[in-house]
T-cell receptor, first 113, second 115 residues
């Protein structure tokens, strides 16, 4: 079945540092890939998405590229801020109808001033 | 416009009881999905409903059931609660049932604690 594997956290960075959160997936066919962010006490928010190979999703300085050859969708940001502290989830949807999201276990990011 | 709303925010039940969680989707959205998020893990898919019909079901026991109403709001019911049902229950709404890049918008969740 489908699965998503993320690097374990927490990831602790200083403000303005470069961020990479690794995500790899296993899925049938050609899934759509997503990054969601969950701030403390809030629900999940879609951060970015990519629907086909070599697509790059981007939003709020975050980027991720759909790499079919390595089945990866790593999240990057050039300069993190304290306000980026949250839990980040990689997810995919695949199969007929693409109805359900399959999530990774999440990576907690802590940015220190 | 209001986002996805869920009620109640928090709930405490004892083993063996049943619980009903409620969700109102974003106006214009016809699909509602339910997810269970156990502490420290990613959300797990439970159900999806579209136009009042079940369109998908995750690997959960029959104690879990759901329905969607004509106004597209939804209820998730869990019977014979177990300690392991303690989790954050998330509702997500979307315009359609599926499709490439189908974006789901999540509510704040209902925190269920089973004692």
């Amino acid at each position: 079945g489908d699965s998503v594997t993320q690097m374990e956290g927490p990831v602790t960075l200083s403000e303005e540092a470069f961020l990479t959160i690794n995500c790899t997936y296993t899925a049938t066919g050609y899934p759509s890939l997503f990054w969601y962010v969950q701030y403390p006490g809030e629900g999940l928010q879609l951060l970015l998405k990519a629907t086909k190979a070599d697509d790059k999703g981007s939003n709020k300085g975050f980027e991720a590229t759909y790499r079919k050859e390595t089945t990866s969708f790593h999240l990057e940001k050039g300069s993190v801020q304290v306000s980026d502290s949250a839990v980040y989830f990689c997810a995919l949807s695949s199969g007929t109808g693409r109805r359900a999201l399959t999530f990774g276990s999440g990576t907690r990011l802590q940015v220190q001033p | 416009d209001a986002g996805v709303t869920q009620s109640p925010t928090h709930l405490i039940k004892t083993r063996g009881q049943h619980v009903t969680l409620r969700c109102s989707p974003i106006s214009g959205h016809k699909s509602v999905s339910w997810y269970q998020q156990v502490l420290g893990q990613g959300p797990q898919f439970i159900f999806q409903y579209y136009e009042k019909e079940e369109r998908g079901r995750g690997n959960f026991p029959d104690r879990f059931s759901a329905r969607q109403f004509p106004n597209y709001s939804s209820e998730l019911n869990v019977n014979a609660l177990l300690l392991g049902d303690s989790a954050l229950y998330l509702c997500a709404s979307s315009l359609a049932s599926g499709g490439v890049g189908n974006e789901q918008f999540f509510g704040p969740g209902t925190r269920l604690t089973v004692l």
